[in-house]
């Protein structure tokens, strides 16, 4: 298994935010956390490219239902056996 750096914690958030789309004030007190898994697509130009986590902070809108991302943080895994620069 390859070993994880140290990762950085994500921005204190205000308690309230408002909406980009429609201006609605929001509280953040209902904003959601959510981890996505990044799997490359290798191209010619692309060769490799470890395998990354993401954390996402986003909240719903309660005047429109927009989604906002609030913050969000990515996780490299730390794969020595992954040359990137080969030459």
Not at 53 to 62: M, R, Y
């Amino acid at each position: 298994m390859a070993h994880r750096k140290p990762s950085v914690p994500m921005a204190e958030t205000p308690a309230t935010r408002a909406c980009p789309k429609c201006g609605h004030t929001n509280s953040t007190a209902a904003a959601k956390t959510v981890a996505v898994e990044f799997r490359p697509l290798l191209t010619e130009q692309v060769f490799a490219f470890p395998d990354a986590l993401a954390e996402v902070s986003c909240l719903k809108c309660g005047g429109c239902g927009y989604w906002m991302c609030l913050d969000y943080r990515i996780e490299l895994d730390d794969n020595p056996e992954i040359d990137l620069n080969p030459e």
